[in-house]
């Protein structure tokens, strides 16, 4: 399991199941906590498979998710959540895990293992929302704040978080974070990490064009390998959509500023931008898009808490933003089959990124990605997708390959 204090999140649960009540109105209502409550049971396989210049075997990993959670039923706004994980590999591990010592062929960072996912209590008011523990937290698109949930095991934070929504279209977001459950488990030297962490987030929908938000992240990094990730960042991010007869045209436009806070023993100060704009008619949607992690004084501008995978390019190459900082200029293609027949609801996709330097212009790479994915039945769904880099300057060619299948109960 993950070690953290918040195993008093799953302990008040149990108590809460325990506790006496007072009278017979009170005790009928706080049983309903848990004869109303709601378990569910997840699964999913996945296969992997990396081929990377630099490495003379490949790596194929072939690994189940299973995950059990359970939600009560709320008692004056009160209620809890808990949730369990398993990885468990099916047959040979033929991959680094990034734990399990097989430094020979490339990196799939899902060690195996059981863990405690998620464990939180909650309040929810009229105009707030508190919650306590072990928990999930995803932030606007998830460029900075995310869970990971590419990978099999999630990206969790030790926390406590309000949100409040004191008028209409106002929602306004405070976390603090002591603790970072990353996705390679206990068993890796930085699969946790100790931080001081302040996350402010607000945001208002009231605009018929779109949405705006403002935001501050000020992560502390205690451990000594990753303290040099110290940042504050603040940024405004407006994104919304509009629909012009059978067309629907999306667009973002992000600006974010950081530089080093606290321990850091770096000084820079780095932007970000991020431009894009999307179309959609008759199940085909297009888009194209401009984002610049900047670099200053040799330190890239880094978004170590992002859910990475969903940025720069599915090969992953770009986790870490290089100290010369990063272009990438990308567009996609995708069509959702309409109708009632056998491939309705089949989406394909196609996205080609290319990669450079902000600072001296670079030319890092560019590559192809590309994915089919169709829900089967009510609760089981399929994903096939690949990723070709090409390296020119930066890393090295890799091509990944995946089969997923999900079922959700």
């Avoid at 302990?11 to 506790?19: G, P, R």
């Avoid at 008028?167 to 306004?172: H, R």
Wanted: proline share 3%; charged share 20%; aromatic share 12%.
């Amino acid at each position: 399991m993950k070690k953290s204090p918040l195993m008093l999140a799953a302990s008040a649960l149990v108590l809460m199941s325990a506790m006496p009540a007072v009278a017979a109105e009170t005790e009928d209502n706080a049983s309903d906590i848990f004869a109303k409550g709601k378990a569910g049971l997840d699964f999913r396989y996945r296969l992997e498979n990396v081929d990377q210049t630099g490495f003379s075997k490949q790596a194929t990993a072939s690994t189940l998710l299973t995950k059990l959670h359970y939600e009560t039923a709320s008692y004056k706004g009160f209620s809890g959540f808990l949730e369990a994980t398993n990885i468990t590999v099916l047959g040979e591990a033929t991959y680094n895990s990034t734990v399990n010592g097989n430094t020979t062929r490339p990196v799939v960072a899902d060690p195996s293992g059981t863990e405690l996912n998620q464990a939180y209590l909650q309040y929810k008011g009229d105009q707030v929302t508190l919650k306590f523990g072990r928990q999930g937290v995803n932030l606007d698109d998830q460029r900075f704040i995310g869970t990971v949930a590419w990978r099999q095991n999630d990206q969790t934070y030790d926390s406590a978080v309000a949100i409040l929504t004191p008028v209409k279209n106002l929602t306004a977001i405070y976390g603090y974070v002591w603790n970072v459950n990353r996705v390679f488990g206990d068993d890796h030297p930085l699969g946790n990490l100790s931080t001081n962490a302040h996350l402010i987030n607000v945001s208002y929908s009231g605009f018929d064009f779109a949405k705006i938000t403002a935001y501050g992240y000020l992560l502390d990094l205690n451990d000594v390998p990753v303290y040099g990730l110290s940042s504050a960042t603040y940024g405004v991010r407006v994104a919304g959509s509009h629909k012009a007869g059978s067309v629907k045209v999306g667009y973002q436009a992000e600006y974010a500023t950081q530089s080093d806070y606290k321990d850091n023993p770096k000084n820079f100060s780095a932007d970000f931008w991020h431009l894009g704009a999307s179309a959609g008619a008759s199940g085909v949607t297009a888009s194209l898009d401009y984002e610049l992690l900047g670099a200053d004084n040799g330190v890239g501008f880094q978004t170590p808490l992002a859910t990475l995978h969903k940025f720069n390019g599915w090969a992953d190459k770009f986790l870490s933003t290089p100290a010369t900082g990063l272009k990438d200029v990308y567009g996609s293609v995708a069509y959702k089959v309409p109708g009632e027949g056998a491939l309705s609801g089949l989406l394909v996709k196609a996205v080609y990124h290319d990669f450079s330097a902000d600072v001296g212009g670079a030319h890092y790479g560019h590559e192809w990605d590309f994915l089919a994915s169709k829900k089967l039945t009510k609760s089981v769904s399929a994903l096939v997708k690949t990723a070709f880099y090409s390296a020119d300057s930066f890393a090295t060619d890799t091509t990944k390959f995946w089969v997923m299948l999900t079922a959700k109960f």
